[in-house]
């Protein structure tokens, strides 16, 4: 069940053993960004920075551009304009492949889980860009297991199965296992109860405090997102109107009644 598989979360393992604690010296930077849909201009000269190790929420209403700008840096749309630098390292208009390659793992909105499929089906999804032998696979698996402990007695069950929060933790877990330094998350909250959903923010915040990851979060529960933040940038109609510290954004009342809805 979902409470469990959330709570177990990612500290049974120590630390993330491949690559993905930081050293400080990575972090994200999107400049200038233009990117959209045929006619449709969905990020209109966009900036954001994502420290190393810490999480910086992406906010704003519907059709804001959030998903969008976690689509243009994981490759699935090109930019037309604009930056995208991982630890200074150009990957603009990269293929999704590669952006994996270079340490970036996008969970997109909606949980992404292949119910058809079993959990370890779907957690071998993650290793597709992996040339490593066989061992080295499954010795990755097993440390996700051991991560998320549910899942590890779910490996032989159907995707369709699991509860909402265990298929947060499946997508996440399948995420990890490319070996990322940045964490793309869109709504992991989405569709989950208040307990389940508290616990995933749990989660996300061990990845980044004990694990080292740099996490962009996209959340539409402003509230909860800049609770666990670091950083937030809102934005409103494809443009950044506001970006500060996690504390001073939720401060503001004007920006909260005009952009994050509480
Ligand atoms: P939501 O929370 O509703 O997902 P969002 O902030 O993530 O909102 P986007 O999904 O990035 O916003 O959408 C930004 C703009 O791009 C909106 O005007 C939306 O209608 C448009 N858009 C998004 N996806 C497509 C698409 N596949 N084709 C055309 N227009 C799109």
Redesign the pocket.
Known sequence: MSDEAVSNGAASNGAVSNGAVSNGAEALAVEGLVA???E?I??DGVTVTAAASGITAVL??????????L?AISGMIKPRRGRILLADHDVTGRSPEQIVRAGIAHVP?GQGVIPELTVEENLRIGMMSWRGKRAARGAAMEEEYARFKPLADRRRKLASTLSGGERQMLVIARALLARPRVLLL??PSLGLAPRVMAQVMDLVVRLSREHGLTIVL?E?NARSALAIADHGVV?N??RVVASADAATLAADVALRHHYLGF
Do not use: I, S
């Open positions: 959209g849909y045929g449709v969905a990020l704003g209403a519907n059709g804001a551009g959030k998903t969008t700008l689509r909105e869109d709504e996209v539409q934005l109609l494809g």
